[in-house]
C-alpha cells in the first residue's frame, strides 16, 4: 500500500513537471501552429546557464531567475531568427528546423559543458516527508514543485484571460490576418509567444534537474512525456495539457515503479498512439481548425 | 484622404487589379462595383497592406502606404472589414470589440458606446462570438472597426450571405456613421443597388480595370453599364 | 538520376522496362563498385561499407518522407531491430545471407503496425510518436538483458570472405562488398517502387488526400505499404550494419541517429535516390573531417564528439531556412538552369 501512495505522490511531482513542459509546447503550438522538439534542448541549454549562475554567485535564487531570463531571451531570438522564415511553410520544414536546432543545441552543450552529468541544487529538502510514523517519498522540494507549477498555470491564464497583452496573443493565434487588421503587431506577439514559452520550459527544467542530473541528454525523456501530455490534452488546450500531464504522471510512475524504469519511454508511446488513434488530435480538441 | 494612383496587383501569372486609379474623400461612401473575380476584395486587400502590389502607390491622409506594414496603416486609422466579416470565434463578443480599441486605447471608444449602435450584440457580450447569426457579426465587425474611431474604413462585401431585409439597416447604418464621423468609406459589393443607394460615387471594376467613376445616378441610368458589368 | 522525373503512365503496377532499367543500373553499379574497392585501403573499405548501409536507409526514409510526405523520426529504431535480428539469428548459427534478409523481414513485419498508425496521424503527432518509437524501442534491450545483452549488447563473429575468392579479397572488401550488395537490392526496389504505378498513388496521395481518396485510392493502405517498405530497408541496413561492425548495443541506435538519418535526406534532397547517395556520403565523410578538424585545433574529446552533430544542426536548419530542396535540388536547378541557357542562347 506504502508503495501505491509513494508512486501516486510521485506520479503527482513528475507530472507537474510534464505540465509545465506540455504548456510550453501548448503556448507555441496556438501561436505559431509548430510543436517545438528543441524545447527539451532549449530549456537544458537554460538549466545550464542557471547551474553556471548558481556556482559562481552562490545563490540559488539569482541562478533561478536566470534560467527564466535566458529562457525569455532563447525563445524570443529563436522565433525571429530560425522559425519566422517557416512559419508559413510547409509544416515539414519547421519540423526539421526544430530537430536540427535540438541537434545542434545538444551538440552545443557537449562541447562547452561536456557530457558528464554534474548535480544541480534543489530549493528544498528533498527527505521525503514523516506523516504519522511513515515515511513518504514525497518531499518539500516536490511540494516546491507542485505549487511552482499551479502558480505558474494560474499566471499564465489570467495573464491571457485578463491583460490586453493576453487579448492580443489570443487573437494572433486565432487568426493572425484578422488581428493584423485590428492593429495587432502579430510577429510580436509569436515572438512574445516564444519567449513566455521558453520561460515556462525553463522553469520546468531548473525544477527537475535535482533528479535527472544535468547533462545534454538528460531532459530528452522529459520533452517526449511534456509532448505526450501536450498531445493527451489536445495541442490547443493549456487546461488538457494540465490534465494529460497529471495522468500521464501517474501512469508513468505506476508503470516504472510496478514494471521497471527501461519500460516508462515505451509506456509514453503507448499512451500517446492509444490517444491518437482514438483522437487524432487529442482528448479536448478545442477549435476545428481557423476561420477567415 | 485615400488615393489609390494606378495601383496594379498580381497573383502570379494572374493580374487582379490592373492600374487601378481612385480618390475617396472624407465624408463620403465610393462603391467599388463588378462581377465575381473583377479584383474588388484584392482591391481592398492591397489598399491595407495585406497584399503587396506590383506597381502604383497607395496614399492615406496625404502618406504613402504602400510598402507600410498592415498592422501600421490600421494604426494610422485605416479599418478594414473583410470578406466574411473577420469575426474571431473562440473570442467573446466583448473580447472582439475591445480587441479592436486596443491600439488605440487613449483615443477608443468604449464597448458601451456600440452596444448603444447595436443592441442586440450587449445581450451577447459575454458569449463566443462564433454564437452569433450573420447580422450580428456583421454588427460586430463593424462595431469593431469603429471603436477605434478610424478615419477610414474599407467594407468588404457586407450584405453577403444576410438575410436581404438585413442588409438595408447595416446600410443606413454605413451611411449614418460616415455623415455623423466624416469617414471616407471604401465600399466593396455585389449587390449594386444597395451600394448604390448610400454611395456618394460608384466605380465599377472588370477584370481589374475601372470601366466607369460616376455619381450613382449617372451609373444607374447607364443601361448598357448596368447589363454588362452590374448584372442588372 | 532523378526519381521523380516519373511521368504518368498508364500501366500495371511495374512496367518491364522500369524493370529492365533499374537491373541494368543495379548491374552497372555493381561492376564500378567492385572495381573501386580494388583500389581502396582497408579504412576506405570500412567508410563504403558504412556509405552503403547508410544509402539503404537513408533511400527508404526519404522515399517515404518524400513520396509519401510522412515523416519518420523512428528509422534509428528500426535499424536497431534489424541489427539485432542478424546478431541474433547468426549466433543460432545462421548464414549471413539469410540473416540479413530476415533482418528485412523482421523490420518490414514491425513496420506493419508502426505504419497502419503513421497512416493515421498528420505532421508533429506523427513526429512526436515516431520520436517517441526512436527512444523507446532500444530501451527494451535493458528489458530482456539475457537476451539482448542489456546495455553491452551482443556481438557475432566478422563474417568468413568464401573460400572460393581466395586471399585476393581482405575482410574489410568483402565486407564492403556485403554493404553495397545490400545497397544496391535497397535500390533496386526503391527505383521500381518509386517509377510504378504504386509510387505514383503515393504521390497524388501525398499531393491532396481528399481527392485521391475520391479517386478511389485507398490512402492509409499506400501510405502503410511505403512505411512497411522504408523500414525494411531501414532493417536491412541495421543487418548490414551488423554484419560490418559486428556489434549491437542501444547506444548505437540513440535518438541522434535517427535525426543523422533526417539530416541525410534533408541534405540529399527530399525524395530523391540519388540525393540518398549524397547524404550517406556526408554522413560518413563529415564525422572522421570534423574529427581531423578537432584534432587539427587542438579541440578536446567534448568538441571531437559533438562536433559532427553540432554541424549536422546547423545543416539542417540552414538548408530548410535557405535550400529546402538540398543537393539534388540544387544540381536539378542547376540543370534546368543550363539546358536553358543552351536553348536560348
Not at chain 3, 549491437?248 to 533526417?262: D, K, V
Request: some cysteine; aromatic content about 6%.
Amino acid at each position: 500500500m506504502t508503495k501505491f501512495i509513494d508512486l501516486t505522490l510521485s506520479g503527482v511531482s513528475s507530472g507537474a513537471i510534464y505540465a509545465a513542459v506540455a504548456l510550453a509546447l501548448v503556448l507555441i503550438w496556438r501561436a505559431t501552429r509548430i510543436v517545438n522538439f528543441a524545447q527539451g534542448a532549449m530549456l537544458m541549454i537554460t538549466t545550464y546557464i542557471g547551474s553556471e549562475l548558481i556556482t559562481s554567485t552562490g545563490s540559488y535564487v539569482i541562478g533561478f531567475l536566470a534560467a527564466l531570463a535566458g529562457g525569455l531571451v532563447l525563445g524570443a531570438v529563436v522565433e525571429r531568427a530560425l522559425m519566422r522564415p517557416v512559419e508559413n511553410k510547409p509544416e515539414l520544414n519547421a519540423v526539421i528546423v526544430t530537430l536540427g536546432l535540438y541537434t545542434f543545441l545538444v551538440a552545443l552543450a557537449g562541447i562547452i559543458w561536456g557530457d558528464t552529468p554534474r548535480p544541480f541544487p534543489a530549493a528544498f529538502s528533498i527527505l521525503g516527508y514523516d506523516v504519522g510514523g511513515t515515511h513518504v517519498l514525497f518531499a518539500p522540494n516536490d511540494t516546491f514543485i507542485v505549487l511552482v507549477v499551479v502558480a505558474l498555470a494560474i499566471g499564465l491564464g489570467a495573464l491571457f484571460r485578463f491583460t490586453d497583452f493576453g487579448l492580443r496573443l489570443r487573437a494572433a493565434a486565432f487568426n493572425s490576418e484578422v488581428a493584423e487588421l485590428l492593429g495587432v503587431r502579430v510577429g510580436r506577439m509569436f515572438t512574445a509567444g516564444w519567449g513566455l514559452a521558453a520561460l515556462t520550459g525553463a522553469i520546468a527544467g531548473v525544477l527537475v534537474a535535482p533528479s535527472v542530473f544535468l547533462s545534454p541528454n538528460s531532459f530528452d525523456p522529459i520533452l517526449i512525456s511534456g509532448f505526450v501530455a501536450a498531445v493527451l490534452g489536445g495541442l490547443d488546450s493549456p487546461p488538457g495539457a494540465l490534465v494529460g500531464a497529471a495522468v500521464l504522471g501517474l501512469v508513468l510512475s505506476y508503470v516504472g515503479g510496478y514494471e521497471g524504469t527501461e519500460l516508462v519511454p515505451m509506456a509514453a508511446l503507448v499512451v500517446l498512439v492509444i490517444v491518437l488513434l482514438i483522437r487524432p488530435t487529442g482528448l479536448f480538441p478545442v477549435s476545428k481548425g481557423r476561420r477567415v | 484622404m485615400l488615393r489609390l494612383e494606378r495601383l496594379t496587383t498580381d497573383y502570379g501569372a494572374v493580374r487582379a487589379l490592373n492600374e487601378v486609379s481612385l480618390e475617396v474623400q472624407p465624408g463620403s461612401v465610393t462603391a467599388v462595383l463588378g462581377a465575381n473575380g473583377a479584383g474588388k476584395t484584392t482591391l481592398l486587400r492591397t489598399v491595407s497592406g495585406l497584399v503587396r502590389p506590383t506597381a502604383g502607390q497607395v496614399s492615406f491622409d496625404e502618406v504613402d502606404i504602400t510598402r507600410t506594414p498592415v498592422a501600421e496603416i490600421v494604426r494610422r486609422g485605416l479599418a478594414h472589414v473583410p470578406e466574411g466579416r473577420g469575426v474571431i470565434g473562440e473570442l467573446t463578443v466583448e473580447e472582439n470589440l475591445r480587441l479592436g480599441g486596443l491600439h488605440n486605447k487613449s483615443g477608443a471608444a468604449k464597448p458601451k458606446e456600440i452596444y448603444g449602435m447595436f443592441p442586440a450584440l450587449e445581450e451577447r457580450r459575454s458569449q463566443p462570438a462564433s454564437r452569433l447569426s450573420g447580422g450580428e457579426r456583421q454588427m460586430l465587425s463593424i462595431g469593431r472597426a469603429l471603436i477605434a474611431r478610424p478615419k477610414a474604413l474599407l467594407l468588404d462585401e457586407p450584405s453577403l450571405g444576410l438575410a436581404p431585409r438585413i442588409v438595408g439597416p447595416i446600410m443606413g447604418f454605413v451611411r449614418h456613421a460616415v455623415d455623423t464621423l466624416g469617414l471616407a468609406v471604401l465600399l466593396v459589393e455585389q449587390n449594386a443597388t444597395s451600394a448604390l443607394s448610400v454611395a456618394d460615387r460608384g466605380v465599377v471594376l472588370n477584370l481589374g480595370r475601372v470601366v466607369a467613376d460616376q455619381p450613382p445616378k449617372a451609373l444607374l441610368e447607364d443601361e448598357q453599364l448596368r447589363h454588362h458589368y452590374l448584372g442588372f | 538520376m532523378s526519381s521523380l522525373a516519373a511521368v504518368a503512365r498508364p500501366g500495371g503496377a511495374v512496367r518491364g522496362s522500369t524493370l529492365v532499367r533499374s537491373l541494368g543500373l543495379v548491374i552497372g553499379l555493381a561492376v564500378v563498385l567492385v572495381l573501386v574497392t580494388d583500389a581502396l585501403g582497408s579504412y576506405q573499405q570500412l567508410q563504403l561499407a558504412q556509405g552503403a548501409y547508410y544509402f539503404a536507409a537513408l533511400a527508404g526514409l526519404t522515399v517515404l518522407i518524400g513520396l509519401s510526405g510522412k515523416i519518420s523520426l523512428g528509422h534509428g529504431a528500426f535499424m536497431a531491430v534489424g541489427a539485432y535480428t542478424v546478431m541474433l539469428l547468426v549466433g543460432q548459427g545462421w548464414a549471413l545471407l539469410p540473416a540479413v534478409a530476415a533482418a528485412a523481414i523482421v523490420s518490414a513485419a514491425i513496420g506493419i503496425p508502426v505504419g497502419i498508425a503513421a497512416s493515421r496521424l498528420e505532421g508533429p503527432y506523427l513526429a512526436g510518436a515516431t520520436l517517441a518509437f526512436a527512444v523507446g524501442l532500444p530501451a527494451l534491450a535493458d528489458r530482456f538483458p539475457s537476451l539482448l545483452g542489456g546495455a553491452n549488447g551482443l556481438t557475432i563473429n566478422p563474417p568468413a570472405v568464401p573460400s572460393f575468392l581466395g586471399a585476393n579479397v581482405s575482410l574489410e572488401q568483402w565486407q564492403a562488398w556485403i554493404g553495397c550488395a545490400g545497397a544496391l537490392v535497397a535500390l533496386f526496389g526503391l527505383y521500381n517502387l518509386v517509377h510504378s504505378g504504386v509510387g505514383r498513388s503515393l504521390r497524388a496521395t501525398r499531393d491532396d488526400e481528399i481527392a485521391a481518396a475520391l479517386c478511389g485510392l485507398d490512402v492509409a493502405r499506400q501510405q502503410t505499404l511505403a512505411f512497411v517498405v522504408s523500414a525494411s530497408c531501414a532493417g536491412l541496413a541495421g543487418g548490414l550494419y551488423a554484419a560490418v561492425l559486428n556489434l549491437a548495443s542501444p547506444g548505437a541506435f540513440p535518438l541522434t541517429l535517427s535525426l543523422s538519418l533526417l539530416t541525410g535526406v534533408v541534405v540529399g534532397g527530399l525524395g530523391s535516390l540519388a540525393g540518398a547517395a549524397w547524404g550517406a556520403a556526408i554522413l560518413v565523410l563529415l564525422p572522421s573531417w570534423t574529427n581531423s578538424l578537432a584534432h587539427s585545433l587542438s579541440l578536446g574529446t567534448n568538441a571531437q564528439g559533438n562536433l559532427p552533430f553540432a554541424i549536422y544542426g546547423l545543416v539542417l536548419i540552414g538548408l530548410m531556412l535557405a535550400w529546402p530542396s538540398g543537393i539534388q535540388g540544387g544540381l536539378g536547378a542547376l540543370m534546368r538552369y543550363m539546358s536553358n541557357k543552351r536553348r536560348r542562347g
